[in-house]
């Protein structure tokens, strides 16, 4: 590392505002993104052969590996046609110094709730009933942070909706008389899945809005914004975090949900 490289490292570490603000005042942001330029996003499928399904997501740096695993269980007395999602998120601490060894983060709880509440829209319960009452599939959708480059939210609701369209179920048969689920992988079938939505999230820092904020960025963002979309470019849902924002008379929800849509028609044809 040269000496003014050196330098500008301490510099970011001890004043990250202020390094922010230098680049930001250059129109341009430290890794060279424009404002409303996006990362590249990879989707691997299939990669792990104990899962009933899997996927494998790189949104710049950020790396999120998923893998759904399906079992059998009773339904809920006052759910007996309705199957279960288990969506849940792991932001281990090798992914990233600012999360330690231990039980879940809050962040890592918060996700996964959000997580569930747009799955809970993509795959009909009702779809995962082997037989009412009795038996029905759980679906333990798993997605583990390998590297933490900010925007995780994104990068794994891509990895859960590509391992999803990616799972396929055995053909299950309840005995009646016997209380047990026999299951046949000769006549696997693909998961039932009614949209594959995908979000898209900006931050706002000193009135610019910044799209698919990094890990350095985001501690410094007054407001965020996350936009879902599916793959018709239909909006899903909008979660905004933080105070609402004008920027400079701007609709700032507006303009966040064109770009979502637009960049949603550049991603159809890359993600499975």
């Not at 510099?11 to 942001?29: C, G, K, N």
Request: aromatic share 6%; net charge negative.
């Amino acid at each position: 590392m040269t000496d003014s490289a050196l330098k500008a490292s301490i510099f970011q570490r001890l004043h990250p505002r202020a390094y922010l603000e230098r680049f930001v005042a250059e129109d341009i942001r430290p890794d060279g993104r424009p404002f409303d330029a996006w990362r590249d996003v990879s989707v691997n499928v299939g990669s792990i052969s104990t899962a009933d399904g899997s996927a494998l997501v790189r949104l710049g740096e950020t790396t999120i590996v998923c893998g759904v695993k399906a079992e059998i269980a009773e339904p809920e007395l006052d759910k007996p046609d309705e199957g279960f999602l288990v969506p849940n998120i792991d932001l281990p601490a090798l992914c990233s110094p600012k999360f330690k060894p231990g039980p879940p983060s809050d962040e890592a709880q918060v996700l996964s709730d959000r997580l569930n509440e747009v799955l809970s829209q993509i795959v009909p319960l009702k779809s995962l009933v082997i037989h009412p009452s009795k038996a029905v599939w759980v679906l333990y959708i798993d997605a583990t942070c390998i590297n933490y480059d900010g925007n995780v939210f994104d990068a794994a609701l891509i990895a859960m909706v590509a391992a999803l369209r990616n799972t396929v179920l055995p053909k299950a048969t309840y005995n009646v008389e016997t209380g047990l689920t026999i299951c046949s992988r000769a006549a696997a079938t693909p998961l039932q899945i009614l949209k594959a939505p995908i979000c898209m999230s900006f931050g706002v820092f000193d009135a610019i809005l910044l799209a698919d904020p990094t890990a350095f960025e985001e501690p410094l963002l007054s407001t965020t914004i996350s936009v879902v979309v599916d793959e018709n470019s239909e909006l899903v849902s909008v979660v905004q975090l933080g105070p609402g924002v004008d920027l400079d008379g701007e609709d700032v929800l507006s303009t966040c949900i064109s770009a979502a849509k637009s960049r949603r028609v550049v991603l159809k044809g890359q993600i499975p």
